[in-house]
C-alpha cells in the first residue's frame, strides 16, 4: 500500500530563512506525489506536482521539491521564507498510477510551517 | 479557470439532523472525491465516484450516502448526524486518463453538528 509519511508535525524558521520540509514516500510502484497547503480556514492548494517528469520539480511561490528514489524522499523546499508560508503543508502520493482509472489522493499527516519575524 | 465549487461553505446541523452537501467538478472532470478533514487532522478519503459510478470507497460511515448525477456535481448525505461529523468536507475533482493530469480541491464545507 502507498503512504506518506512527513517527519515533522511542526516547523519553525525566521523570515528570510530557508524553509525545509520533509516527506518520505512508500509505494509498489513509481508514485505520482504531490504537495498541497492550506492556510488557516481555507481549503487546499496545490503547491507543485511530481508524475514522472523531471526529478526536482518547481512550484508556486518558490518552492520546489525533489524526487529521490533511493531516498524514496520528496522534501519540499524554499530559499527564503516569507510571512504569507505561514500555513499546513501535506504531502501526498497518489495510491494508483496517475494515469489509471480513479487513484485517489493518500495525505500525509501535516507540517504546520511558522514563520517568526 | 473554474474550479470546484462547493456549497453551503458552512452549516450549522443538530444532532440526529441530515445534511446534505453538494460538489460541482471542474468542467471535462469525470471523477469527483469526497475527503473528511476533522479538527487538526490530515484529509481522510471518504469516497470516489467515475463517470457516476462509486469508484472507491474509504472510511464512510454507513450514515453517509453520495452520488454523482448526470451532469457529474456529486452529493453527499449525511443522516443521524453525530457531534463527531463537525468537519471540514472536500469535495476535489479530475480528469482521469489525461496526461499530467492533477485532482483539484474545492474550498471544502464546513459541517458544525451542535
Known amino acids: 500500500a502507498q503512504s506518506v509519511t512527513q517527519l515533522d508535525s511542526h516547523v519553525s524558521v525566521s523570515e528570510g530563512t530557508p524553509v525545509l520540509l520533509r516527506c518520505n514516500y512508500s509505494?509498489?510502484?513509481?508514485?505520482?506525489l504531490f504537495w498541497y497547503v492550506q492556510h488557516p480556514n481555507k481549503g487546499l492548494q496545490l503547491l507543485l506536482k511530481?508524475?514522472?517528469?523531471?526529478?526536482l520539480v518547481k512550484g508556486i511561490n518558490g518552492f520546489e521539491a525533489e524526487f529521490k528514489k533511493s531516498e524514496t524522499s520528496f522534501h519540499l523546499t524554499k530559499p527564503s521564507a516569507h510571512m504569507s508560508d505561514a500555513a499546513e503543508y501535506f504531502c501526498?502520493?497518489?495510491?494508483?498510477?496517475?494515469?489509471?482509472?480513479?487513484?485517489?489522493?493518500?495525505f500525509g499527516q501535516g507540517t504546520e510551517l511558522s514563520v517568526k519575524p | 479557470a473554474a474550479g470546484v465549487i462547493q456549497s453551503p461553505r458552512h452549516l450549522i446541523k443538530e444532532k440526529r439532523e441530515t445534511a446534505t452537501l453538494k460538489c460541482y467538478p471542474i468542467?471535462?472532470?469525470?471523477?469527483v472525491y469526497w475527503y473528511q478533514q476533522g479538527p487538526g487532522q490530515d484529509p481522510q478519503f471518504l469516497i470516489s465516484?467515475?463517470?457516476?459510478?462509486?469508484?472507491d470507497k474509504g472510511s464512510i460511515p454507513d450514515r453517509f450516502s453520495a452520488q454523482q448525477f448526470s451532469d457529474y456535481h456529486s452529493e453527499l448525505n449525511m443522516s443521524s448526524l453525530e457531534l463527531g461529523d463537525s468537519a471540514l468536507y472536500f469535495c476535489?475533482?479530475?480528469?482521469?486518463?489525461?496526461?499530467?493530469?492533477?485532482?483539484?480541491f474545492g474550498e471544502g464545507s464546513w459541517l458544525t453538528v451542535v
Open positions: 476535489a475533482s479530475r480528469e482521469t486518463g489525461r496526461s499530467g493530469n492533477t485532482i483539484y
Open positions: 509505494s509498489s510502484y513509481s508514485p505520482s
Open positions: 511530481y508524475t514522472s517528469a523531471a526529478t
Open positions: 501526498v502520493v497518489s495510491d494508483q498510477e496517475i494515469y489509471n482509472q480513479g487513484g485517489k489522493l493518500i
Open positions: 468542467p471535462r472532470h469525470d471523477t
Open positions: 465516484f467515475y463517470e457516476k459510478m462509486q469508484s
